[in-house]
């Protein structure tokens, strides 16, 4: 059974420190995806990767956030420094090439619960 | 600019009835809508989707409607049974980038009540 895998799970941090998250898609899904959850804002998209190749990451604050494919098995997303703003959960998503209107979907890993004191 | 929205944070239902939850949305492009499935301390869970071309798509207990006209979609759970209760997201795609990239709403939290 495939999955998605974040770690860690769960990240308690101060405030100024760098928090590294990491993600391994579904093997053979070319497409990654990273998602906030806020109370306000649902699922906010961070940052999207097809191929390894940044696509858009217009919704991730530049000064402090970073997403990075270092290779087809692993993203990265950084945070430095991290505020207590950034407390939230994070989400990694991957899905198969869907340009040509496919109705197949995107799989999401079990989050990484974040908390910046 | 929220372009999905659900306008109902919480909801609930008595078991054995239907559900309906409600989801809009503002981006004309949008031509590929999908709900999913969320419980505690997991990641969300593809549920059902549904392209424009179609008004309704059935599985099971869930419907999928859309009203592309007045830019609207719903979803009925019926029966509703107690492990439904979770938060339901509303996700539309198109455009420029076909059905890769989405745009979540905020969730609705849905109780079922034994």
């Known amino acids: 059974d495939a999955r998605v895998t974040q770690t860690p799970r769960h990240k308690v941090t101060e405030m100024g420190q760098e928090v590294t998250m990491r993600c391994q898609p579904i093997l053979g899904h070319n497409t990654v995806f990273w998602y906030r959850q806020t109370m306000m804002q649902g699922l906010e998209l961070l940052a999207y990767?097809?191929?390894?190749?940044?696509?858009?990451d217009s919704g991730m604050p530049k000064d402090r956030f970073s997403a990075e494919m270092p290779d087809a098995t692993l993203a990265t997303l950084k945070i430095q420094p991290s505020e207590p703003r950034d407390s939230a959960v994070y989400f990694c998503a991957s899905g198969p090439d869907m340009r040509m209107f496919s109705t197949d979907t995107q799989y999401f890993g079990p989050g990484t619960r974040l908390t910046v004191l | 600019d929220q372009q999905v929205k659900q306008n109902s944070p919480s909801l609930s239902v008595q078991e054995g009835r239907i559900s309906i939850l409600n989801c809009d949305y503002t981006?004309?492009?949008?031509?590929?809508f999908l709900w999913y499935k969320k419980y505690p301390a997991e990641g969300p869970t593809f549920l059902i989707s549904i392209s424009s071309i179609k008004d309704k798509n059935e599985d099971g207990r869930f419907t999928v409607f859309l009203n592309k006209s007045a830019k609207h979609l719903s979803l009925h759970i019926v029966p509703s049974q107690p492990g439904d209760s979770a938060v339901y997201f509303c996700a539309a795609g198109g455009g420029n980038f076909g059905n890769e990239k989405l745009t979540f709403g905020t969730g609705t939290r849905l109780t079922i009540i034994p």
């Open positions: 981006n004309s492009m949008f031509d590929y």
């Open positions: 990767f097809r191929n390894r190749a940044p696509l858009d």
